[in-house]
């Protein structure tokens, strides 16, 4: 491999014109292509295989013109003194006109009459819906009550600034700065990693026109490719002008270093697509577009890397191995990373020991982490889908915030609400609704939404018999079917990805124990990260200092996210740092100085990478919402634990203590496991 990606490198700089134009002209013509044929994205939310989907597919069937992926809404009125019932039917009245409106329900009035509430059919999905809409929804209600709020798909959207991801682009040039005491450097890797995000981005654009996709694809797909597009840039940048300050003329430096470093970024690359295609195996489609969508990007990222990269190379020249470098073997021993490593191969044990058990003591709290899905329950207490939902709460009590829909088959309906009606945590029991040859009829659970009372009422509901044949659906059942199918993948994903990257660790660095002690501090890396996750947003410690205000369960997805994301990230730093090492010990080193000069070359370009990527990511705590703040504070602290607890600490500490055993693998595996060379050995004999 390396043979090959050195020749690569070399064509690339050599005809460096060709390489930047094939780049630019192909993003021209995917834009173009992108914009003829593209489609739109969908918010529809489909879990094959659970029983609130099954009911929503029976209601379909019985209603041909029921649209399952059309949007709900809520309007709530409340007012000091009794609401007048006049104005409210004549509100009703209005939004029933309001267009992509399919029905509104007559208004649902508590008992002192102070709160009532009417719900909101729409005749197209989510993503659909338009400012001009909810607009004329709030013009309707306005004049109904002095107060009145808006939940689920009737209340307007929330548009912020980019505060957050401009903060985190601008923090991460400044580490690049600093990193490279060059600002043309620093702009290198931003540009390589901007343009093939734009690839993958127009391609999921282009993509949408020929498949159903969700608007999430483009989400996961964008971050994840400017990050590992800055990393791989990274290090292959690095590693070029270190050898050119070593004396290597500028197009061998750059061929090697694609040949030594873009050996690396293809298999870190390479794991980080096997997390992504591996959501598959969750059965929900939405969270196998993202991977592929996410994948693909990845992959051309990967590809840039080794292209474009030593493109731009050739055309910096001399004036982009200006200002700080790495270091070569001698000039490097006195750094900080070089002091660090010294100091853990000192006491290799001590080290060891002392992250495995801070790591395992962060973990604890994650053995009680909830699992749901946002409701206006969670949004921020100032936003009006916060006041409908308390409200609503203060008016009917929390269960109308969440209420069960039960699909009836068959039996007596009567006799089917009556015995629903006896059942524990249930507040009320609506009259059944013949829909066809179904009976529809709404429950109102005592508890709310994201409460484990409702959960186990609809695990009740379901283990008892009927007359009927019944389903259970509604949000609230869709939230919790999706929560536990989202549990349930979790082990069966993470035992596939860690058995892919295990074999492919083992092929790269032709050992057992380097991808066991790489997957162990991962796994270390994962619990210490849902501990800390739990921590703060399930149990409320230190929530205040992030703005977090309210609490409870954890984004079902989230759990997937963490490992996806973070065993990526995780496997670059390994195979940025362990690859170097690797490098050593092939071209003559002991297995300890392997460990310690092997560390002193990849320190400084992992910390670069670690920095960047927590600041990026860092930037999501910023907004309001709960949702964002967990995704980007889970995904912040993951890396830093993993990129200086765990590569940077524990890994040379267990590489010490294994020595040359580290490189073992056995003879009938050697014979079958082919050499790919990804640390350059053989270049270094020609």
Excluded: C
Excluded at 409 to 432: E, N, S, Y
Excluded at 633 to 640: E, L, P, Q, S
């Amino acid at each position: 491999m390396a043979r090959l990606l050195h020749r690569l490198g070399a064509f690339s700089a050599r005809r460096r014109r060709l390489v930047l134009t094939g780049w630019l002209l192909g993003l021209i013509v995917l834009a173009g292509l992108a914009l003829a044929f593209r489609g739109s994205f969908s918010d529809e939310f489909k879990v094959p295989g659970t029983e609130s989907q099954a009911a929503v597919e029976l209601i379909e069937r019985a209603v041909p013109q029921a649209r399952a992926d059309g949007a709900t809404g809520r309007v709530v009125f409340a007012s000091d003194e009794a609401l007048d019932r006049e104005a409210l039917g004549a509100a009703v009245q209005r939004l029933g006109g309001v267009p992509d409106i399919a029905s509104a329900t007559p208004p649902v009035v508590s008992q002192d009459g102070r709160v009532a509430y009417t719900d909101l059919q729409f005749a197209v999905p989510e993503m659909e819906v338009t400012a001009a809409q909810t607009d004329a929804i709030a013009q309707a209600a306005e004049d109904a009550a002095p107060q009145v709020e808006f939940g689920g798909a009737a209340a307007p959207a929330h548009s912020e600034l980019p505060i957050g991801e401009a903060v985190g682009v601008l923090v991460a040039m400044l580490v690049l700065a600093v990193t490279f005491g060059s600002l043309l450097a620093a702009g290198l890797p931003l540009l390589t990693a901007l343009i093939g995000v734009g690839f993958g981005m127009l391609g999921i654009q282009l993509a949408s026109g020929l498949t159903d996709l969700t608007s999430t694809s483009i989400t996961l797909a964008a971050m994840l490719g400017l990050a590992v597009g800055i990393d791989y840039a990274l290090l292959i940048l690095s590693r070029h002008r270190t050898q050119v300050r070593d004396g290597m003329g500028i197009p061998d430096s750059i061929a090697l270093a694609v040949g030594t470093a873009g050996s690396a970024v293809v298999f870190a690359g390479a794991t980080v697509m096997i997390a992504l295609v591996a959501l598959l195996m969750t059965g929900t489609p939405f969270l196998a577009q993202m991977g592929i969508a996410a994948a693909a990007t990845i992959a051309i990222a990967v590809f840039a890397s080794i292209t474009l990269v030593p493109a731009l190379l050739a055309f910096g020249g001399e004036r982009l191995v200006r200002g700080k470098v790495f270091g070569g073997a001698k000039s490097d021993t006195h750094t900080l990373g070089a002091r660090w490593v010294a100091l853990v191969m000192r006491r290799p044990l001590i080290a060891a020991g002392a992250v495995i058990v801070a790591l395992g003591a962060l973990a604890i709290p994650a053995l009680d982490v909830r699992l749901g899905l946002p409701n206006d329950g969670t949004s921020g207490p100032e936003t009006t889908e916060r006041q409908a939902y308390d409200l609503v709460a203060k008016g009917f009590g929390v269960g109308a915030n969440g209420q069960l829909t039960i699909v009836a088959r068959g039996g007596d309906p009567a006799a089917t609400a009556k015995t629903l009606a006896t059942l524990p945590d249930v507040a009320a029991v609506a009259p059944p609704q013949p829909v066809g040859e179904l009976a529809l009829i709404s429950v109102t659970p005592a508890s709310g939404p994201s409460s484990a009372a409702t959960e186990a009422l609809v695990e009740r509901i379901r283990d008892t018999r009927f007359s009927a044949e019944v389903l259970v659906t509604g949000q609230t059942a869709t939230n919790i079917d999706v929560s536990q199918k989202m549990s349930d993948s979790l082990i069966p994903y993470l035992a596939v990805v860690v058995g892919l990257a295990v074999i492919l660790l083992m092929i790269a660095f032709r050992s057992i124990l380097v991808p066991l002690t790489a997957i162990g501090g991962f796994l270390l890396t994962i619990a210490a990260s849902f501990g800390a996750v739990v921590l703060v947003f399930q149990e409320g410690f230190g929530a205040d200092l992030i703005g977090v205000t309210q609490t409870g369960p954890l984004i079902s997805l989230l759990p997937i996210l963490i490992i996806g994301v973070i065993f990526g990230l995780a496997m670059d730093y390994q195979v940025f740092l362990v690859s170097r090492m690797h490098e050593e010990y092939a071209h003559g080193s002991t297995a300890r100085e392997a460990v310690a000069d092997g560390f002193r070359h990849s320190a400084r370009v992992v910390t670069a990478a670690a920095l960047i990527m927590i600041s990026v990511f860092a930037g999501f705590v910023i907004p309001d919402d709960p949702i964002i703040k967990s995704i980007g504070f889970a995904f912040a602290v993951g890396i830093a634990i993993d990129a200086f607890l765990i590569r940077m600490t524990l890994i040379p500490a267990l590489m010490t203590l294994l020595g040359a055993r580290a490189w073992w693998l056995p003879r009938p595996l050697q014979r079958v496991i082919p050499n790919l060379d990804i640390e350059g050995a053989a270049l270094a004999r020609t």
